[in-house]
């Protein structure tokens, strides 16, 4: 079960493991990240859950029967890593980051994005696409090592072509929802078929980001 309110790690830079410590601290206990080290920490997170871990043990909080299983782990594979071998590498260099020597399955893993951002992958690595690298994902996931899987800032059309040819359950898909931003056609199909529709952006930061004006989440005169 995925709760309702969780945190995304994206651009926090050398502040991952205090942000992420804190936020668990005051009851937060689903983390986001990313393999994407131009805007994700996966080290700082893992280092941020282990220091509210022993913290919450050694000062025996009230919350001291929290133990890792209780905290949601989401991490995201970069395209750059869509080919078998690669996201293998990575999906077990995850794990040693965010569960250091406690590993144990990542909770859920997404596919980060259906094609690779400008300038971030190499012609050879583009060559593998979101098709081949869903099936290599199912393949890892039936290792052992994930136990949730699914995708990233994926479009309708294309959530319903993987709807139609996945052979293994789309547990989560991540994409940018906000009031102005409402992607009501991809959370009707997610909930048709039983996907767990994980909002990201929540706040608009996404506006600033993709065209440089102001967030209207928070300049909007209706939301205040």
């Given at each position: 079960?995925?709760?309702?309110?969780?945190?995304?790690?994206?651009?926090?830079?050398?502040?991952?493991?205090?942000?992420?410590?804190?936020?668990?601290?005051?009851?937060?206990?689903?983390?986001?990240?990313?393999?994407?080290?131009?805007?994700?920490?996966?080290?700082?997170?893992?280092?941020?859950?282990?220091?509210?871990?022993?913290?919450?043990?050694?000062?025996?909080?009230?919350?001291?029967?929290?133990?890792?299983?209780?905290?949601?782990?989401?991490?995201?594979?970069?395209?750059?890593?869509?080919?078998?071998?690669?996201?293998?590498?990575?999906?077990?260099?995850?794990?040693?980051?965010?569960?250091?020597?406690?590993?144990?399955?990542?909770?859920?893993?997404?596919?980060?994005?259906?094609?690779?951002?400008?300038?971030?992958?190499?012609?050879?690595?583009?060559?593998?696409?979101?098709?081949?690298?869903?099936?290599?994902?199912?393949?890892?996931?039936?290792?052992?090592?994930?136990?949730?899987?699914?995708?990233?800032?994926?479009?309708?059309?294309?959530?319903?072509?993987?709807?139609?040819?996945?052979?293994?359950?789309?547990?989560?898909?991540?994409?940018?929802?906000?009031?102005?931003?409402?992607?009501?056609?991809?959370?009707?199909?997610?909930?048709?078929?039983?996907i767990a529709y994980m909002a990201y952006s929540s706040f608009g930061t996404q506006w600033e980001y993709k065209y440089?004006?102001?967030?209207?989440?928070?300049?909007?005169?209706?939301?205040?």
């Amino acid at each position: 079960e995925i709760p309702r309110l969780g945190i995304g790690t994206a651009a926090l830079a050398g502040n991952s493991k205090e942000i992420v410590s804190l936020a668990l601290e005051i009851g937060y206990r689903l983390i986001d990240t990313a393999q994407a080290n131009e805007w994700y920490d996966e080290k700082g997170v893992g280092l941020g859950i282990n220091e509210f871990l022993y913290n919450n043990k050694k000062n025996n909080l009230r919350s001291n029967n929290i133990d890792r299983s209780d905290i949601i782990i989401v991490t995201k594979v970069h395209p750059r890593s869509y080919e078998y071998n690669q996201m293998h590498l990575k999906i077990v260099d995850s794990m040693k980051l965010l569960y250091g020597n406690d590993i144990r399955p990542i909770d859920v893993v997404l596919l980060h994005s259906p094609y690779c951002w400008q300038g971030q992958c190499t012609k050879q690595e583009e060559q593998t696409t979101w098709l081949t690298a869903w099936s290599n994902l199912e393949q890892i996931k039936s290792t052992g090592i994930i136990s949730n899987i699914g995708v990233s800032n994926f479009h309708y059309e294309l959530l319903y072509q993987l709807i139609t040819i996945s052979t293994t359950r789309i547990s989560v898909i991540q994409n940018w929802m906000d009031p102005f931003h409402q992607d009501k056609e991809v959370r009707k199909l997610a909930k048709e078929n039983g996907i767990a529709y994980m909002a990201y952006s929540s706040f608009g930061t996404q506006w600033e980001y993709k065209y440089n004006g102001e967030n209207p989440v928070f300049n909007s005169i209706e939301l205040q």
